[in-house]
């Protein structure tokens, strides 16, 4: 494992109890990013990817093993430690957008920041500005119901990036998403990495989304069984 990794995952183990039978997700499992990195974990249904995800983000714990982020121990924090955490260092992408249907597109965006001391007309600047550098400008006070899906997705990226988040977890991003959407996302997060240096990983089963990662990771029964470049 490398010394200076900004996350650094080693000899993680989990399983979970399902009825009288002990499910094994991953054992022994080892993983190295650097800062700045873009990251496509692949692999089929089953293979662990959401667990392994649901981990780095402090929502759910290893069994056994270390996890630092940023030489913190993910692992030793407490429920309400990890919390705290990811609401200021990480933002997560979710599949099917998360959107809180009855609000409006800049109040989905702002609801990181109300846990922010952050003053109204500071919280109003950085949700227009993060909508604007998702191509959302003009659309501040639609609603998810009258939005297409890619423009729900930009959404739920604005949301994730609002807090200027460090590392970004996309669990399926274009997953919902029409092939020309999908490309619409991925060219956001493609800026957000490249232009401004954000950690992204990325569980997908869309090859040509994982084409957009600095690396493709492929798991497969709670192990990596290659690490290759992407195109």
Known sequence: MTQNSYIALEDGQK????GGETIRIFSDLDLSISQGDFVAIMGPSGSGKS???NILAGIDTLDAGTLRINNQRIDRMGEAARSSWRAHNMGIVFQFYNLLPMLTAAENVALPLLL??????ERRSRVANVLDL???KGREKQHPSVMSGGQQQRVGIARAIVSDPNLLLCDEPTGDLDRKSADEVMEILTFLNRDLGKTIIMVTHDPQAARSANRVLHLDKGQFIDN???A
């Not at 399983?15 to 399902?18: D, E, H, L, Q």
């Not at 922010?116 to 007309?121: G, M, R, T, V």
Request: aromatic content about 6%; hydrophobic content about 55%.
């Open 51 to 53: 667990t392994l995800l």
């Open 116 to 121: 922010k001391p952050l003053l109204a007309a």
């Open 228 to 230: 290759e470049r992407a």
């Open 134 to 136: 998702v191509g959302l």
């Open 15 to 18: 399983s979970y109890r399902i």
